[in-house]
């Protein structure tokens, strides 16, 4: 708990924020604002990555989060159910060009993409000025998709992806699903805090720059 009070310190993050007792399954602040924020777009397109079904009788699209789009299209690397665009999120606007999308939504996808500041980068060029982000990621998970399977994202790395610097805000972010980690070579690990997920809402505030601006910590 001293480690911990430290890191919220230096950081001027609430404690409660690394506090399982402050995440719980049944905390979706964070996503509730994102719906309701997406809810006064009129109309709005919108993006969701990474949308290709692994198993054919389980959706993995979220169009049902934005109902009133005038458009929901989901792609992924590879064709597949619920993909309408094929397209590597590294090189998205070159697919899909640039200030396009109201909302871009991305589930359990940026822990497989290969170099994240630089797909951060194409999906805020993919993004109109004024439009919403919104990721869920892992924080503590199993190795799975391999061999593509890249990152694991503190709340932190999820932020210093998307700087001001950038023209982007992020709004929020927060960590969901309380976990543990369990070694037998490690078991002092067990009573630290772990999460399954971590998420992030933000928005674009202005022009994508056309280089990344990296926001070197002091």
Known sequence: MRILRKIAKRLAIPLARYSAAGQTSGDNHLLNDFLARAAKIPQPRVLELGTRRLYENVKTKHDEWI?????????????????????????????????QFDVIISCSSFEHFKYPHLAAHEIMKALKTGGLLFIQTHQTYPVHGAPYDYFRFSREALSGLFGTKMEFRVIETDYEFPASI???????????????????????????????????DV
């Open 67 to 99: 109902p009133h789009a005038a458009e929901f299209l989901g792609t992924d690397i590879a064709e597949g159910t619920d993909v309408d665009i094929i397209a590597d999120v590294h090189k998205l606007s070159q697919t899909v060009g640039f200030e």
């Open 182 to 216: 369990n070694s037998p070579d490690v078991a002092s690990i067990a009573a630290e805090p772990a999460f399954v997920n971590s998420r992030l809402l933000g928005e674009k505030t202005g022009k994508t720059p056309a280089e990344y601006i990296y926001e070197y």
